[in-house]
């Protein structure tokens, strides 16, 4: 089945200084991919959608200069959170669409908890 | 985008069958009903996903009411990895369009 790829799994960083999560199709081409973030005990929040080759569109309340999402190819889109605070942990969470070979239509990561300290 | 109910949370008895609820009042004609489930710390994970008629998989069922604006998940037999929140969802499109999450069902299996 169509798997997706998300790296690191986990990472720390200090406040101040950005992180980029990487998203990777491994065995389709994602035409759509979007991102999502969890704080603990809630549920997913849709953040923004990318399409390969186009700007990212971004959920009302999103900052778009704070989370820079590219996706330069069928098979890779990263998030990279600028200047991360603290109030920026979470779980972030990738998923993919897209290509005949993905059956099931949506392709979700296994996340990234980034805490900030 | 029409949005859904679950109930919070329910239990449920290991190798007993569960049937987890979902409203969706507002499905428009196009909406398919997906669902997917979360474990701690992990992504959703595909469990199944129809538009007029039930469905059948090897990890579970999905019944659909005539009028759409409801569907059950049907888990078989539950077992203790079937822990997790059970989220339904709405989307326009087979594959494409947006999901967004409602508060999911978080289903525990009492050994």
């Known amino acids: 089945g169509a798997v997706v790829s998300q790296h690191p799994s986990r990472v720390i960083c200090k406040s101040g200084t950005s992180v980029k999560i990487e998203c990777r199709s491994l065995?389709?081409?994602?035409?759509?991919m979007f991102w999502y973030r969890q704080f603990p005990k809630q549920s997913l929040m849709l953040m923004a959608t990318?399409?390969?080759?186009?700007?990212?569109?971004?959920e009302q309340g999103v900052e778009k200069d704070k989370f820079l999402i590219n996706h330069a190819s069928l098979t890779l889109s990263t998030l990279t959170v600028t200047s991360a605070h603290p109030e920026d942990s979470s779980f972030y969470i990738c998923?993919?669409?897209?290509?005949?070979?993905?059956?099931?239509?949506?392709?979700f990561g296994s996340g990234t908890r980034l805490t900030v300290v | 985008d029409a949005k859904t109910t679950q109930p919070n949370s329910m239990e449920s008895n290991e190798e007993e069958p569960v049937h987890l609820p979902c409203n969706h009042s507002?499905?428009?004609?196009?909406?398919?009903i997906h669902w997917y489930r979360q474990l701690p710390s992990q992504g959703p994970e595909y469990v199944i996903h129809?538009?007029?008629s039930n469905v059948n998989n090897r990890m579970a069922s999905l019944a659909i009411a005539e009028d759409r604006k409801s569907s059950t998940l049907i888990l078989h037999r539950a077992t203790l990895r079937d822990a997790a929140v059970y989220y339904c969802?709405?989307?326009?499109?087979?594959?494409?369009?947006?999901?967004?999450f409602g508060t999911g069902t978080s289903l525990t299996v009492i050994p």
């Open positions: 998923s993919a669409t897209g290509g005949p070979e993905n059956a099931y239509g949506y392709t």
């Open positions: 507002t499905i428009s004609g196009t909406d398919y």
């Open positions: 129809g538009l007029t």
């Open positions: 969802i709405l989307s326009q499109s087979n594959t494409g369009n947006q999901f967004y």
């Open positions: 065995d389709f081409q994602a035409t759509t």
């Open positions: 990318s399409n390969e080759g186009s700007k990212a569109t971004y």
